[in-house]
């Protein structure tokens, strides 16, 4: 399988980088780690005139601490962020994501920024960043915008990135000291997207929860915070009947696509399902 | 479409060609280097057939431009041999311990156990099997591809190779 021809870019600077994508517009597209872009050529599904690779640009790449904030360049990759004893620390919930995601080789060229702006509903960082609290930094010609990642995404594939825009950090409020957290993921075999998955941060009081955010991966066009399904067990101590009503707010704001992974019904239950299990785990690792 | 030229470094050897912007990583190994040990298996980043080690990174050349791979260092099957030509740690052991059978996965095993074991030179089994998930074996021999570079992580080591019980 060979893409279809295409002029290839590889400007130093981010102002060239969004100089170009802003005059060869639609045609052109940013090339991060391409491990979503260039199979997607591959089978000739995208096709665009030029790409614009953004491995040459010093600057988009590192984790670094700003106050209370862990800024993350958009090129960082999979595997830098897994070796990040800072992420680690601070943010434990990514780091047991990324190793969910596809698999070592994808993981050493696979890029954060590309994760997340892809618009994909199967990718999973964006509802792990809804759940989080985090913001995106886009840099067009018009200057930079931060936006909150719950306000990012608008569709499947569809996002707030304006045409010439480059996602170029992610910038996550450091949770809660003794927070609890967790990611489940259902799939079928290492490397897929989730049939369903749901992540959680908590942090409990007097065995009580006190604050909650639930994100959800591939249940609907786009990721989802589950508002509703976290009210639900503010206050109480995960018993079954709050677990179970948990569960059920939240399937009743997916709307999963049927496909080769299970039907509509299936993937709504098994997404209940890893609501379940995220919150019960999220607790047992809360102090 | 216009080539463009690249130049890199393959098994220590500076190469250079031409290469249109579209020509993957993989296609420019095997058929303008002709170093044919790296293989296309599924094509669609799945399968693992086709790892080389670039800059320290077990990459599926597949899915990368060959244009991208300009000024890399890169190592494939044809590259992991002692100096001496005598066979590496993981050769040996993907000998010794039968880790191949229709051998199409194995280049492709070598090259991602070899960075894996770099990183992490003495894995657990679990380590290795997790180290090694974006390789698929059609012959479905991991049994042994696990037990030929636990052999290979003890060479490596100094140590006596020693089987689990089974």
Known sequence: MIPGPFSYHRPATLADAVKLLSTLGDEARPLAGGHSLVPMMKLRLATPEHLVDLHGIDGLKGIRRDGNRIVIGAMTTQHELLASDEIAKSLPMLHETVLLIADPQVRYRGTIGGNVANGDPGNDMPALMLTLGASYRLEGTAGARDVAASEFYQGAYFTALEPGEILTSISIPAPAAGHGYAYEKLKRKVGDYATAAAAVVLTMSGGKVAGCAIGLTNLHETPLLAAEAARCVIGTSLDEATLKKAAAAAEAIMSPAADARGPVEYRKHVGGIMVTRALTRAAGRAS | ?166
């Open chain 2, 1 to 166: 479409m216009a080539k463009t030229h690249v130049t890199m470094k393959v098994n220590g050897a500076e190469i250079e060609g031409l290469v249109e912007p579209r020509t993957l990583l993989v296609h420019f190994i095997r058929e303008n280097l002709q170093l044919t040990g790296t293989h296309i298996g599924c094509e669609t980043t799945h399968c693992g057939a086709c790892t080389v080690d670039l800059d320290g990174m077990s990459v599926k050349s597949c899915t990368m431009f060959a244009v991208q791979a300009a000024g890399s260092e890169i190592i494939t099957i044809e590259g992991v041999a002692n100096a001496d030509g005598s066979l590496s740690a993981l050769q040996e052991g993907f000998r010794m311990m039968h880790g191949l059978q229709c051998g199409f996965c194995t280049p492709g095993m070598i090259l991602r156990a070899q960075r894996l074991l770099k990183e992490n030179p003495s894995p657990s089994e679990a380590e290795i099997r997790m180290g090694i998930s974006g390789n698929i074996c059609r012959c479905t021999g991991y049994q042994n591809i696990v037990r030929a570079i636990q052999y290979a992580a003890a060479k490596i080591n100094g140590v006596e190779f020693q089987e689990a019980a089974e």
